[in-house]
């Protein structure tokens, strides 16, 4: 299945500043991107990457599309094809995970990975009227999206695919999970910070 | 399959006392238990309470166990049936998620479910030798007893059995995707408070 990959090329990740700085946030964006995209290929798919500015990757194609995420990837939309749309931050994809997304839309018009938080971390649409519409809680919009064309609608339950890393609590899954490149390079820099209740994590050195 | 839940009777969740006071603890943390022993009924199990404590439940047996809740798990380990245990407080429970580890287990000898923040939110082990340790970063330690016995492990993915609720961010997830009763007591309380970045809650009235 051929599957957008929709990537903000410039000051990405903004809400690790705490621990990261800019260059870091960029080397950790790039890192996911590449695993997410590995995911997707070892899962035998097409991954694309629409982008806000060229950023150079292996084994998959790049577009370059200035436009808000949202209009990027509904330019795409509207094809007789299944689309899928996955977020550029899954540092836990796997290609098992990509699969049960792409598995929950077998049955449905559209199935949708919910992210921590409310957001949205993975669609496949196979309807030629629903739009996308990630700004804010985007999960509830396109819940309300699908009823609104008529599309019936498939939730996958991945705690993979809801990890999307947007905060420093979210270095703890990568660290306690991951498996790929970005998992490495916060391994380098964080350890886990193991007290009472949840773990956190601390920079080495 | 027989499941343990373990439940704290007294002064549960404290880590949610910025927004709840002890009798609503007290009531949410019931409701949770309610919906985690009706997900595993529903799905054709036999939960079965363990309680620091005296509390009411329908439809399932309730064992007063003072110990900590290690020691009242593996107090109950070692017989040749395969054991179930899932923690009291994953709102988001579905029978299809309780079959998701139960499931998991039919070709390991023990399958866990990893709660946020490191922690195990449940578990099928079918191994005579392995037993639980839930204090700190308890899935690292879970993956490592496993190892040292020699028992093949299955980490299970899911969204909904990764939800423990333990702090405020944690009643969004129950906003958003719950089905049961802590969903419907926490909806009378808290509406969800979409901004930029992850939403929040925000307390009624």
Chains 1, 2 share one sequence.
């Not at 090329?9 to 621990?19: E, M």
Request: glycine letters at 8%; proline letters at 5%.
């Amino acid at each position: 299945m051929r599957i957008l990959v929709p990537f903000e090329a410039a000051d990405p990740k903004t809400r690790l500043d705490v621990v990261l700085d800019a260059d870091e946030r960029d080397g950790v964006a790039r890192a996911m991107l590449r695993d997410v995209l590995r995911a997707c290929l070892n899962a035998g798919h097409d991954p694309e990457v629409v982008a806000t500015a060229p950023v150079e990757v292996d084994d998959a194609p790049v577009t370059v599309d200035d436009r808000p995420l949202s209009a990027a990837v509904n330019a795409r939309l509207g094809g007789t094809a299944p689309l899928g749309v996955v977020v550029a931050d899954l540092a836990l994809a796997t290609p098992e995970a990509v699969d049960c997304l792409v598995d929950a839309a077998a049955d449905a018009d559209v199935a949708i990975a919910p992210g921590r938080g409310g957001g949205t971390n993975g669609l496949v649409i196979d309807h030629r009227d629903f739009r996308v519409d990630f700004h804010g809680a985007s999960y509830r919009d396109h819940v309300a999206a699908a009823r609104d064309v008529d599309a019936d609608l498939a939730v996958v339950d991945s705690m993979r695919l809801s990890t999307d890393v947007d905060e420093p609590a979210d270095i703890v899954e990568v660290l306690l999970h991951g498996e790929g490149e970005a998992a490495a390079w916060l391994g380098e820099r964080f350890e886990l910070d193991a007290g009472e209740g949840r773990v956190g994590v601390d920079r080495v050195g």
